[in-house]
């Protein structure tokens, strides 16, 4: 079996720094977060401008 060279046990023991894929890692997680919190925002922010627009839609 090929082992990954990207094995975090791999750059444990071979006391590489991991700094970096920590990094990658929160700051995909913080912008994921960012964007749901903002799609949850614009979604609220938005839906009495849908409400309108399906009001005017039905006026003759």
């Not at 590489?16 to 890692?25: C, D, H, W």
């Amino acid at each position: 079996m090929r082992k990954n060279q990207y094995d975090l046990r791999t750059i444990w023991s071979l006391e590489s720094r991991y700094a970096i894929q920590l990094f990658v890692t929160l700051l995909m997680v913080m912008i994921w977060s960012a964007l749901y919190f903002g799609g949850r925002l614009g979604k609220r922010t938005g839906m009495n401008q849908m409400h309108n627009f399906t009001i005017l839609c039905e006026i003759p």
